[in-house]
Every structure is written in structure tokens, then in C-alpha cells.
């Protein structure tokens, strides 16, 4: 009792009184993801604009395209995922596209903006198996143009940077005759990104083929994100990344891997990467409490400090900006050896060592390395020409990425029963 007495006491003085212009003491990036998503619906005007008053230094922006070439904001090219749109008229536009999903999906590019525009977003619940729903406003908010979201981000003066998202980029070009990326270093242009002075630009892909294409075209900074969970990387793999890239997004998994929701060891994946100076963002830090690893003890904060001052990552990718800026600004960093128990970085192993053998989980197996296969695509094909047609066509398959089907674990209250007794024994 009395250690929980003081961890809790110390927490407290660590974030008590600070005001939004506290200093900030640590420079790790927050980046947004979806803009504020956990507290606004994801990629809205209201997310953008709550996650720029939270703090956020990089403010993401995932471009899809509308049948009709207008770039906009969504975080799925399938407007099923975060949009009413299979309730609606253009439900008869459902099918299936083997190169993008393997279900079905109703995609933005079968749908002008307007279409699109006049649909009501709706909310993302990346914990629903869990059974926990975000409360969030419903019809709140509206989808952005890329014009749009770059004239928001131009005169924000707390904004020191701006991440453009691009996905699907060889089956646009290939089989809906949309460059988008002609259209987005279009639009950065007019809205005078490639000028000296103006915010720093990230354009992230899954695909080394579009990152190339940006090299050859811009100078804006490249970051190949990692969508599958790695352990390592070998070096060859890492030499070619950085031959197209400056940074890399890799999961939480990638960095501390976790055996049912109990941390196991740290991977090399960090360390191998940063010594090849790319800087490392981590994805994605949310807020409920089953979102962490039972070794954070269901304390956002907790896992923030470990990620940051345990696994050295240079950016944290959140729906919940406000957390990790409060974070920076807390008044127990840079106290070195004299800093309180409460922001030491979590022993990763810790818990495991304390599971009875009969409550052991099963053991799994070590997540590979990336190795230069996953990584080298050929180059993307011209812009086809498309003749019109009234109807959706599934297109032949796109390039292979490095992407690989997620799954979200959950465990119920049950375990986080057995966890706690665990500790007592």
C-alpha cells in the first residue's frame, strides 16, 4: 500500500500545474493519427483542428482519390471503414478488389467528391472486440480536400510539420488512370510547401515504388512505414531503406513485443535502424486502458515513458495528441538519477517472471526480420488511360508491399483477473 501511495503521490507532482505553455523537455515528435481520432471522428476538420490545439507537431494526412481526381482525407481507401456509405444509395458499388483487400469494400475512387462529401463519417473502434465503444459525437465534422487541409496547416504556427499518406498508389495509376502522386506535389506546390521556410513535409508509404517516385520529383522528406511486425532487420535491408528513405514507422510490437498482453524482451529492430541514423516513429499509442500492455498497468503515460526513454524512438503516432504532449512538458524529465520511480522506463520481461507455470501463457514464436525482398518493388507504371465506363472493374495485382493482415488481440476481464492474482502470489 504505501508503494502505490507514493508511485500515486509522485504522478501527481509529476503533472500537477502544468499549464499549455510549459516547457517542453523532451523533443520526441507526437504525431497525429487521423488527426485527434480518439476524441473527434478520424480525419475530420475537428479531429485536425483538436490534435493542432493538443500539441501535435506532425499533423497526418492520408490522400485518397474520388472517381472524379479530387484528393482527399480518410483513412481507408474503402469508404465502408469510416463512412455510412453501405447504408446508403451506393451500396450496389460493393466489390472486391484482391490487390487492395481481400473483402469487400465500396472504394473512394467509384464515388465523385461530392458523393463522397455528402456522406456521414463515422466512428473509428479499434477496441470493439473488447467491447469498448468510443463515445464520440456523431455527424460532428467533415471530410477534408488536400487544397483544404493544406491552407488549415499553412498559418498554424504551433504545426512544425505535415505527414502525407500514400496508399494504392500503382492500382490508381494502373487501373483508374489517377497519378496521385502528380496531385499531391501538385497541390503542395500551389499551396507553397516546396518554397524555403514553409513547414517541413513527410510523405509516408508502405511502398518503396512511391517513395522513389517522390525522390525523383521533390525534395520533401521520405518515410517508409513498416505494416508488418519484425523483429529485426538485416543489413542489406537497412541500406536500401536508406537509399529512399530518411525515417521509418514500425508497430509497438516491432519494438517490445508482448505474449498476451505481457511484455517479453526488446527486439533489435530500434537499434539497427538508428544506426543507420533513420529515425524511428511508433504506432499507435491510445488511451484505453487495454491498449497497453498489462505491464503499464493500464497507464498511457507509463507506456509513453517507456517507448521514449526505454526503446530511444524518435516520434509516437497517437489518436490522443494531448497525452503525449502532456507528457513532454512534465516537470520529472531531465532530472536524471534523480528521477522518481514512477518514470522509469517498465523492465520489459518483468510480469513474466512472475507467472505461475500453470497460468503461463503459450509460448510464440520470434517475429522475423525484414529482409530486402519485403522491401524492393519495380518501378510504378504510367498513368494508364481509362476509357468511361458506368461500372466499378477490379484491376489486375499491384506490385507487392510489405504489408500483412492485423490482428487485434483482446482478453477479457477474466485474464486481467488471473494477471492481478499473478502479482499476489
Given at each position: 500500500?504505501?508503494?502505490?501511495?507514493?508511485?500515486?503521490?509522485?504522478?501527481?507532482?509529476?503533472?500537477?500545474?502544468?499549464?499549455?505553455?510549459?516547457?517542453?523537455?523532451?523533443?520526441?515528435?507526437?504525431?497525429?493519427?487521423?488527426?485527434?481520432?480518439?476524441?473527434?471522428?478520424?480525419?475530420?476538420?475537428?479531429?485536425?483542428?483538436?490534435?493542432?490545439?493538443?500539441?501535435?507537431?506532425?499533423?497526418?494526412?492520408?490522400?485518397?482519390?474520388?472517381?472524379?481526381?479530387?484528393?482527399?482525407?480518410?483513412?481507408?481507401?474503402?469508404?465502408?471503414?469510416?463512412?455510412?456509405?453501405?447504408?446508403?444509395?451506393?451500396?450496389?458499388?460493393?466489390?472486391?478488389?484482391?490487390?487492395?483487400?481481400?473483402?469487400?469494400?465500396?472504394?473512394?475512387?467509384?464515388?465523385?467528391?461530392?458523393?463522397?462529401?455528402?456522406?456521414?463519417?463515422?466512428?473509428?473502434?479499434?477496441?470493439?472486440?473488447?467491447?469498448?465503444?468510443?463515445?464520440?459525437?456523431?455527424?460532428?465534422?467533415?471530410?477534408?480536400?488536400?487544397?483544404?487541409f493544406l491552407s488549415l496547416?499553412?498559418?498554424?504556427?504551433?504545426?512544425?510539420?505535415?505527414?502525407?499518406?500514400?496508399?494504392?498508389?500503382?492500382?490508381?495509376?494502373?487501373?483508374?488512370?489517377?497519378?496521385?502522386?502528380?496531385?499531391?506535389?501538385?497541390?503542395?506546390?500551389?499551396?507553397?510547401?516546396?518554397?524555403?521556410?514553409?513547414?517541413?513535409?513527410?510523405?509516408?508509404?508502405?511502398?518503396?515504388?512511391?517513395?522513389?517516385?517522390?525522390?525523383?520529383?521533390?525534395?520533401?522528406?521520405?518515410?517508409?512505414?513498416?505494416?508488418?511486425?519484425?523483429?529485426?532487420?538485416?543489413?542489406?535491408?537497412?541500406?536500401?531503406?536508406?537509399?529512399?528513405?530518411?525515417?521509418?514507422?514500425?508497430?509497438?510490437?516491432?519494438?517490445?513485443?508482448?505474449?498476451?498482453q505481457f511484455l517479453t524482451?526488446?527486439?533489435?529492430?530500434?537499434?539497427?535502424?538508428?544506426?543507420?541514423?533513420?529515425?524511428?516513429?511508433?504506432?499507435?499509442?491510445?488511451?484505453?486502458?487495454?491498449?497497453?500492455?498489462?505491464?503499464?498497468?493500464?497507464?498511457?503515460?507509463?507506456?509513453?515513458?517507456?517507448?521514449?526513454?526505454?526503446?530511444q524512438i524518435d516520434g509516437?503516432?497517437?489518436?490522443?495528441?494531448?497525452?503525449?504532449?502532456?507528457?513532454?512538458?512534465?516537470?520529472?524529465?531531465?532530472?536524471?538519477?534523480?528521477?522518481?520511480?514512477?518514470?522509469?522506463?517498465?523492465?520489459?520481461?518483468?510480469?513474466?517472471?512472475?507467472?505461475?507455470?500453470?497460468?503461463?501463457?503459450?509460448?510464440?514464436?520470434?517475429?522475423?526480420?525484414?529482409?530486402?525482398?519485403?522491401?524492393?518493388?519495380?518501378?510504378?507504371?504510367?498513368?494508364?488511360?481509362?476509357?468511361?465506363?458506368?461500372?466499378?472493374?477490379?484491376?489486375?495485382?499491384?506490385?507487392?508491399?510489405?504489408?500483412?493482415?492485423?490482428?487485434?488481440?483482446?482478453?477479457?476481464?477474466?485474464?486481467?483477473?488471473?494477471?492481478?492474482?499473478?502479482?499476489?502470489?
Amino acid at each position: 500500500m504505501k508503494a502505490v501511495t507514493w508511485c500515486t503521490i509522485t504522478a501527481v507532482s509529476c503533472f500537477a500545474h502544468l499549464g499549455s505553455n510549459a516547457m517542453k523537455k523532451d523533443k520526441t515528435l507526437v504525431i497525429s493519427k487521423y488527426g485527434a481520432s480518439g476524441d473527434h471522428l478520424a480525419c475530420t476538420n475537428l479531429a485536425y483542428n483538436k490534435a493542432i490545439s493538443d500539441g501535435v507537431d506532425v499533423l497526418d494526412c492520408p490522400v485518397q482519390m474520388s472517381k472524379d481526381g479530387t484528393p482527399f482525407f480518410l483513412n481507408s481507401i474503402d469508404l465502408i471503414e469510416s463512412t455510412t456509405v453501405a447504408q446508403s444509395s451506393f451500396s450496389k458499388f460493393s466489390m472486391t478488389i484482391p490487390e487492395i483487400k481481400s473483402s469487400s469494400g465500396i472504394f473512394a475512387f467509384n464515388l465523385t467528391w461530392n458523393d463522397i462529401n455528402n456522406l456521414t463519417p463515422s466512428i473509428l473502434n479499434p477496441f470493439a472486440k473488447c467491447r469498448l465503444f468510443r463515445n464520440l459525437p456523431k455527424n460532428a465534422g467533415a471530410l477534408l480536400t488536400l487544397s483544404y487541409f493544406l491552407s488549415l496547416t499553412k498559418n498554424q504556427t504551433s504545426l512544425s510539420d505535415v505527414a502525407i499518406i500514400v496508399e494504392n498508389a500503382t492500382y490508381l495509376v494502373d487501373k483508374q488512370g489517377l497519378s496521385v502522386i502528380d496531385v499531391v506535389i501538385s497541390a503542395l506546390s500551389k499551396a507553397g510547401y516546396d518554397k524555403p521556410g514553409s513547414q517541413k513535409v513527410y510523405i509516408q508509404s508502405t511502398n518503396s515504388s512511391v517513395l522513389l517516385k517522390f525522390k525523383e520529383k521533390t525534395s520533401y522528406e521520405l518515410v517508409y512505414k513498416i505494416d508488418e511486425t519484425v523483429g529485426d532487420a538485416a543489413n542489406a535491408t537497412v541500406e536500401d531503406i536508406k537509399s529512399f528513405a530518411s525515417s521509418v514507422v514500425v508497430n509497438k510490437d516491432s519494438v517490445i513485443p508482448n505474449n498476451n498482453q505481457f511484455l517479453t524482451t526488446y527486439t533489435n529492430i530500434v537499434p539497427k535502424l538508428k544506426i543507420a541514423n533513420l529515425l524511428v516513429f511508433v504506432e499507435t499509442f491510445s488511451s484505453e486502458f487495454v491498449s497497453p500492455a498489462w505491464d503499464f498497468f493500464a497507464d498511457a503515460t507509463v507506456e509513453i515513458n517507456t517507448y521514449i526513454e526505454g526503446a530511444q524512438i524518435d516520434g509516437i503516432i497517437t489518436n490522443f495528441p494531448k497525452i503525449v504532449d502532456r507528457y513532454r512538458r512534465n516537470k520529472c524529465l531531465g532530472l536524471g538519477d534523480n528521477k522518481p520511480t514512477y518514470m522509469e522506463p517498465v523492465q520489459s520481461g518483468g510480469i513474466f517472471g512472475l507467472i505461475t507455470k500453470e497460468l503461463f501463457p503459450p509460448v510464440e514464436a520470434t517475429f522475423p526480420p525484414l529482409i530486402e525482398s519485403k522491401v524492393a518493388e519495380p518501378p510504378l507504371p504510367p498513368v494508364a488511360k481509362i476509357a468511361p465506363t458506368s461500372s466499378p472493374n477490379a484491376g489486375t495485382k499491384s506490385p507487392q508491399g510489405n504489408s500483412q493482415p492485423k490482428v487485434i488481440v483482446c482478453f477479457f476481464l477474466s485474464t486481467l483477473a488471473v494477471f492481478i492474482a499473478s502479482l499476489l502470489l
